[in-house]
Each structure stands twice: as C-alpha cells, then as structure tokens.
C-alpha cells in the first residue's frame, strides 16, 4: 500500500527556515513526480511546488518564489520542501502528493496526512 | 494566466438527490481536468482524472464530463458518505496545478 508520511511541521517564527519531509514507502518513488499542496485554516487548497522524478525540474508557485525549495533524495525515498523568509500567510497544512499522467494531465493519486505549519510570533 | 471557476461555491442536498458540481475555464484546456474530494481533517481523495476517468475504488454513482472549457462532476445519488468538499484542478504542461475554489456539500 502506497504511504506518504509527512514530518517537520510546527510553530516558527516570522522570517525563520522550516524544513518538511515526506517519506514515501510500497512504490518505485524514483518514477514519479511528486507534489507539495497546502491548505490554509478554513481555506481551499493551493499547490506549493512540483518536482519532476529524477529532481531535474521543480516549479513554484508565485507566492513561494525565492522562499522555497523543493527537492528529493532518491536513494532515501524521501521529498523535502525548504521554506526559507517564512510569512504568517504561510501557516498551513502542507501535504505531499504522488503525481501520476493519465491522458496528458498530471493528478495526485495518493497524499500524505499532512503537517501543520505555523508561522507566529 | 488560465482562471478557473468552481460553482455553486455550496450547495444543500438530500440523500438520493443528484448533484453536480462545475468548473469553468476561462481558456480551452481540453480534457485536462481533474476531480477531488476532501472531508474535515483529512487529505484530499483522486475521485476522476483527464475530465471523465473514474479512479479505482471510487463509486460508479460520481462521474466526470466536458471538455474544453466547461467541466461537471455529478452524483447521481447522494450518499451520506458524500457530504464533503469537492475541488476541480487542472494541471500545466510545467507539472503546477491549479486547483478551484472548492464546492461543499452539506446536508439539507
């Protein structure tokens, strides 16, 4: 059964670094993308990051621009999100996704639990 | 920039009734348009990818239809189990998503 665990979430200071993680175990996680999604309290959700399988290429939202980065170590099974100037705008769950292409478009088919970030003074 | 419009942004149903949910985009993208469905506290659950594609294990009483521009996501009989939110997201070329406003459905 596919796993997505996210970790390294917690409460941090404006303009303080944060680094998430997310171990990912029961599939060949060196053949797909993998995503960064978050949700602001009560709010819909927003797409933070992209990276393709072998970390070749990643992408970004606007509002993480210079701020992020996403990577991955593929020896570790593990995709990490470097948040760097941190905002209270921030403060969100952040979730990991899988990215799989069905019919020219990329979907996430399995997610993590999610890791709560909050960016407070 | 692409836009996307989800509506109604909720909705109050009945057990039984059928319901659908639309997506709107403001450039034709084709059949790239995907479905999600997310209850309180939990990650979001893949239910339709590429517009009308049902994932395994999700019920046959949701279906996904359009193309181009204008995209439904219909229940034909709700279920208890089916009260949550519900968002459309449509991907790029460049891996980004983006994902609509969301729809939620509650019970009337």
């Not at chain 1, 996680?29 to 999604?37: E, H, L, R, T």
């Not at chain 1, 992209?50 to 170590?73: E, M, P, Q, W």
């Not at chain 1, 979730?95 to 799989?100: H, P």
Request: glycine share 10%.
């Amino acid at each position: 059964q596919v796993h997505l665990v996210e970790s390294g979430g917690g409460v941090v200071q404006p303009g303080r670094s944060l680094r998430l993680s997310c171990a990912a175990s029961a599939f060949t996680f060196s053949s797909y993308a993998m995503y960064w999604v978050r949700q602001a309290p009560g709010e819909g959700l927003a797409w933070v990051a992209a990276i393709s399988y072998d970390g070749s290429n990643d992408y970004y939202a606007d509002s993480v621009k210079g701020r992020f980065t996403i990577s991955r170590d593929n020896s570790k099974n593990t995709l990490y999100l470097q948040m760097n100037s941190l905002r209270a705008e921030d403060t969100a769950v952040y979730y990991c996704a899988r990215g799989i292409y069905t019919s020219g478009s990329y979907s996430s088919d399995y997610w993590g639990q999610g890791t709560l970030v909050t960016v407070s003074s | 920039d692409i836009q996307m419009t989800q509506s109604p942004s909720s909705l109050s149903a009945s057990v039984g009734d059928r319901v659908s949910i639309t997506c709107r985009t403001s450039q034709n993208i084709g059949s790239y348009l995907n479905w999600y469905q997310q209850k309180p506290g939990k990650a979001p659950k893949l239910l339709i990818s590429a517009a009308s594609n049902l994932q395994s294990g999700v019920p046959s009483r949701f279906s996904g239809s359009g193309s181009g521009t204008d995209f439904t996501l219909t229940i034909s009989s709700l279920q208890p189990d089916d009260f949550a939110t519900y968002y459309c997201q449509r991907s790029h070329i460049t891996l980004s998503y983006t994902f609509g406003q969301g729809t939620k459905v509650e019970i009337k």
